[in-house]
């Protein structure tokens, strides 16, 4: 699993989710880096990092990769911020690994079954007929449709969202996007998710964007309700919030890491 560690102080894990890469805290990590150590990953499968050898997609085991990473950096514990898919991954961790987590904090979360993915990856997720369709999909995906998903049009955020794409370019990497995106049953996967949630007691933030168009931002205040040192955050944002608002994402960090509260 690949990864870069940049800045100095206590230690932040920053966990990217689907279809990103660790590019997606690009703008935040500047931002953190004189006053913590940002450690940004490439999960299995995203970015510069292969798929796990065996071909998992499991939480479990991305949670493992974790703890394997924090063991080879010899680090005690860490701050844990999860984006997207990272979310529940994080949640994953927090309950096997409490003791090696200092806060938690959970943006645009899908952590319950009710979540539905995107209206684009569904077709995917249908054999035979998902493969034929993703030849087109996946393609207007990268060159359109993510654009959607941002309130910005800027050179930098176009670099960033090549570099999304690069191992998901060509017919190989389309074959790619379509294996993740049949990652398990949505409900089961996050039915487990959300029990683990009243077992993380880590102090955890749950900040959510108030013009987010996939998740219902009633997830977060629900998650706050069930986890037992919680408090949820709506901001003036969208989904990709790292990319979106990182000045604000990055200043709730910095105090709730700092302070405890927002």
């Given at each position: 699993?690949?990864?870069?560690?940049?800045?100095?102080?206590?230690?932040?894990?920053?966990?990217?989710?689907?279809?990103?890469?660790?590019?997606?805290?690009?703008?935040?990590?500047?931002?953190?880096?004189?006053?913590?150590?940002?450690?940004?990953?490439?999960?299995?499968?995203?970015?510069?990092?292969?798929?796990?050898?065996?071909?998992?997609?499991?939480?479990?085991?991305?949670?493992?990769?974790?703890?394997?990473?924090?063991?080879?950096?010899?680090?005690?514990?860490?701050?844990?911020?999860?984006?997207?898919?990272?979310?529940?991954?994080?949640?994953?961790?927090?309950?096997?690994?409490?003791?090696?987590?200092?806060?938690?904090?959970?943006?645009?979360?899908?952590?319950?079954?009710?979540?539905?993915?995107?209206?684009?990856?569904?077709?995917?997720?249908?054999?035979?007929?998902?493969?034929?369709?993703?030849?087109?999909?996946?393609?207007?995906?990268?060159?359109?449709?993510?654009?959607?998903?941002?309130r910005r049009r800027d050179e930098r955020l176009r670099?960033?969202?090549?570099?999304?794409?690069?191992?998901?370019?060509?017919?190989?990497?389309?074959?790619?996007?379509?294996?993740?995106?049949?990652?398990?049953?949505?409900?089961?996967?996050?039915?487990?998710?959300?029990?683990?949630?009243?077992?993380?007691?880590?102090?955890?933030?749950?900040?959510?964007?108030?013009?987010?168009?996939?998740?219902?931002?009633?997830?977060?205040?629900?998650?706050?309700?069930?986890?037992?040192?919680?408090?949820?955050?709506?901001?003036?944002?969208?989904?990709?919030?790292?990319?979106?608002?990182?000045?604000?994402?990055?200043?709730?960090?910095?105090?709730?890491?700092?302070?405890?509260?927002?």
């Amino acid at each position: 699993m690949k990864f870069r560690k940049q800045g100095t102080g206590p230690a932040v894990l920053l966990l990217h989710g689907l279809p990103t890469s660790g590019r997606l805290w690009d703008e935040v990590v500047p931002l953190l880096q004189a006053r913590y150590t940002c450690i940004v990953v490439d999960l299995p499968g995203f970015g510069e990092s292969p798929l796990r050898a065996d071909g998992s997609l499991s939480a479990i085991d991305y949670a493992e990769d974790v703890e394997s990473l924090r063991q080879q950096l010899a680090l005690s514990s860490w701050h844990i911020v999860g984006h997207d898919a990272g979310s529940p991954l994080a949640v994953q961790y927090a309950a096997k690994y409490g003791e090696h987590v200092g806060k938690l904090v959970l943006c645009s979360a899908p952590l319950f079954p009710e979540f539905r993915p995107p209206s684009f990856i569904r077709p995917l997720r249908i054999p035979v007929v998902g493969d034929i369709l993703a030849l087109l999909v996946v393609p207007l995906l990268w060159r359109y449709g993510i654009y959607l998903a941002f309130r910005r049009r800027d050179e930098r955020l176009r670099q960033i969202i090549a570099a999304f794409h690069q191992p998901f370019a060509g017919f190989s990497g389309i074959r790619r996007f379509v294996y993740l995106a049949r990652w398990g049953d949505p409900a089961q996967v996050l039915s487990k998710i959300a029990a683990l949630l009243p077992t993380v007691h880590a102090a955890t933030l749950i900040i959510h964007g108030r013009h987010e168009q996939v998740i219902s931002p009633e997830f977060a205040v629900r998650a706050a309700q069930i986890m037992p040192h919680a408090q949820a955050q709506i901001i003036d944002c969208g989904h990709f919030l790292p990319l979106d608002c990182p000045e604000t994402l990055s200043d709730l960090l910095l105090r709730f890491f700092e302070e405890g509260t927002v």
